[in-house]
């Protein structure tokens, strides 16, 4: 949905064809998310089979310009008035944490300090890129952001984690 979806928006604003698409979408992503032709071809014709894009006008056959239809300005607009449910619960990092508790790790402490540490580096490496970035390269500064918050989030979460399993090595310890 989000390829698709993302393929409205740039239609929204100028037909395109495939290729044009591609570059679009990796452009806006910050090249945070490449899509292979097949992607690309593929999205193209579910799109035009559920009536939210047409064939444009153009002189070139072999590269088709797409354009949005009434149904597809509906659905971007949908797509844009819909608020995203992030509440996945396939992180890896936490189906880790939760199966290394059930399995009765006994060195948690260890587990999480490793990843506390990855995540720390991966931070710093983050803010250092964010400071070099210039201004004008706004979709990779905000995807920067996004990385930045996220990894801050880690960072808590895994302190949480620990706070609530300290009394569990406190015990294991007597």
Sequence with gaps: MIIRNSFLAILSSQPAHG???KSSFEASTGGAWRLNAGQVYSTLSRLERDGLIQAA??????????QLTDEGQAALS?????????????????IKVLVAVAAGE???????Q????????????????????PDSELPELLLLD?????????????DQCEQRLRPTWQ???S
């Design 78 to 94: 949908t797509w844009y008035e819909t608020p995203v449910d992030n509440r996945s619960t396939r992180d890896e990092l936490v």
């Design 171 to 173: 015990g294991a310890a």
């Design 57 to 66: 006008d153009d002189d070139i056959p072999e590269r088709r310009p797409w």
């Design 106 to 112: 006994r060195d948690m402490e260890r587990v999480l």
């Design 146 to 158: 996004a990385r930045i918050l996220r990894a801050e989030a880690e960072v808590r979460w895994l």
């Design 114 to 133: 490793t990843q506390r540490s990855a995540t720390m580096r991966r931070l710093q490496e983050l803010t250092r890129s964010k400071m070099e970035m």
């Design 19 to 21: 290729y044009s698409l």
